[in-house]
């Protein structure tokens, strides 16, 4: 599989949790179209993302056990968390261009994740893929 934009990760996302159960009456579109408000059985942000942030490992930073965090991570813009937290979402799913789809708490994101400055000039919150959970393990 390879997902090139942002809406199909989206459609593909929803088709896999609709599968499990999961019923939505709104969608909203943030970040330029590249996140998704998915307000259902439960409250979901769907992320799309081409590539993990693969220098995640090379920070420095120190996990709330106090060990060095490895590996690689993925990244969300602060402001877009910011409005995830105030649409009350409780799950963000990261889908990636290969097709696996992650899941983990908006509230576990947000303990376990780290806050910076990237080269761009935005605060990002970044976080290692070892806490995300895979759904889509059979596909």
């Excluded at 970040?31 to 590539?51: D, H, M, P, Q, S």
């Excluded at 420095?60 to 690689?72: F, S």
């Amino acid at each position: 599989m390879n997902l090139l934009f942002n809406k199909s990760a989206t459609k593909y996302a929803l088709s896999f949790l609709k599968k499990k159960g999961y019923r939505w009456n709104n969608i909203n579109y943030i970040n330029n179209g590249r996140y998704c408000l998915v307000f259902g059985t439960e409250n979901i942000a769907i992320i799309f993302k081409k590539a993990w942030f693969e220098t995640f490992g090379d920070r420095g930073w120190e996990n709330k056990d106090g060990c060095l965090e490895t590996g690689i991570g993925d990244s969300v813009n602060v402001e877009d968390l910011k409005t995830m937290v105030a649409n009350n979402i409780q799950t963000i799913y990261t889908v990636y261009k290969d097709g696996k789809i992650y899941k983990l708490p908006l509230h576990e994101f947000l303990i376990c994740s780290h806050k910076w400055v990237n080269k761009e000039g935005k605060e990002v919150r970044s976080i290692s893929i070892h806490k995300y959970i895979r759904v889509n393990e059979n596909e």
